[in-house]
């Protein structure tokens, strides 16, 4: 399996959408364009693989979270680089712009300096009462 991520790595058709005269967004793409096999990750909260949180705090729950949709992304053979599209749903809008410092450099620890398409929605409570944030996410996998 490993071989065949690295091959897919190495042969990959991203192409970052940024339409003349907009302000580079910073921390996230606009639009991706795509061709290959699509995987779509189900929302990963905070917890491991064992579904038991090891935190409460924000951060710890963001870098945890990016490793479980990275971890779904390596079963079907791809790596954060091909990750296309992401939605985070966040229960406190405060404590996410009160920690982005840390939530940065917990997403360049897990995924790198690769920016996908984003949204960020504030929710009213998400279906784990300890979950602070959970990832929806999208990838296209060179065939």
């Given at each position: 399996m490993a071989e065949a991520a690295r091959a897919a790595r190495e042969t990959s058709l991203l192409e970052v959408l940024q339409?003349?005269?907009?302000a580079k967004p910073v921390g996230y793409a606009n639009g991706i364009a795509a061709s290959?096999?699509?995987v779509f990750v189900g929302g990963q909260i905070g917890w491991n693989?064992?579904?038991q949180f090891e935190t409460d705090e924000l951060v710890g729950q963001v870098r945890q979270t990016l490793e479980?949709?990275?971890?779904?992304?390596a079963e079907a053979g791809g790596?954060?680089?091909?990750?296309?599209?992401?939605?985070w749903y966040f229960v406190?809008?405060?404590?996410?712009?009160?920690?982005?410092?840390?939530?940065?450099?917990?997403?360049?620890a897990v995924?790198?300096?690769h920016y996908p398409a984003m949204a960020a929605v504030q929710v009213?409570?998400?279906?784990?009462?300890r979950a602070k944030v959970e990832i929806q996410a999208y990838a296209v996998i060179p065939e």
């Open positions: 339409p003349e005269g907009w290959g096999r699509v693989g064992q579904c479980n949709v990275v971890a779904v992304v790596g954060p680089e091909h990750i296309t599209s992401m939605t406190d809008k405060r404590d996410y712009l009160a920690n982005l410092k840390g939530i940065g450099e917990a997403y360049r995924i790198g300096r009213v409570a998400l279906m784990e009462d």
